[in-house]
């Protein structure tokens, strides 16, 4: 069992979290603890010692990092589009059982989903096709779905004004680089923004319709197998 630290020990340990606050290194509990334990291997303050003195200094709660970083189950964030089509995409992707076809396995797929009038665009996507990217699978998805949409609306000057996605690698490479080439040809449409860390509350409206399609193809597929 650790002896008990003294008044001078704690004091030392409060002075080097002071030191470690102003050189700016003190943004979480775990990484000042590895910080300090090469410094002070005797006398190292411990997980709690650095938690309880980061709790009572408004100044560090911006730089602690939250337990859960997907936020609170299921949450969702208020979406208020623009009055016009495209106005707010969002795209997330997600994870199904393997489907054959062509003698290709498709394991997942891509949402693409306007904001505004609820149209959506499901693109299957095969993983590992060299010549077949799935930053590439992604652009092909979204260029599909904007020109649906057109196509709905009547309209084939729309644009796309802007569009949320994480930072999965389906979202940059091909997919970013398009978006960015569209930006500068067009500045006031093509906004490209993603979510802050794993956060599905920042891709909410994704989220949310992802969740009802596995449903329905969670039931679909149950009602083949009772066939």
Known sequence: MA???TA???QAQISALDQLKKEGLLTGVTSAWHLLKDKMPINNP?????????RDKPDLQISRMPRNVAGPKQAIAAVIPEAKPLSAVFVDTFFLAPSLKKKVAFTACILYIDALTKA???QPCALGQADRPFSSTNLAGL???INKVQTKAGDSNLMLL?????GGGENLGDFKQWLAD??????HHFKHTMTSGSRASGNSLAERCISSVRRIIGAHFRSKQAQ
């Open 162 to 166: 802007k569009v949320r996605t994480d």
């Open 46 to 54: 411990s997980k709690k010692t650095i938690a309880t003195y980061m």
């Open 8 to 10: 001078a020990d704690k």
């Open 3 to 5: 002896p008990q630290a």
């Open 120 to 122: 959506i665009h499901l």
């Open 182 to 187: 569209q930006r500068e040809a067009h500045p």
């Open 143 to 145: 260029k599909t779905f």
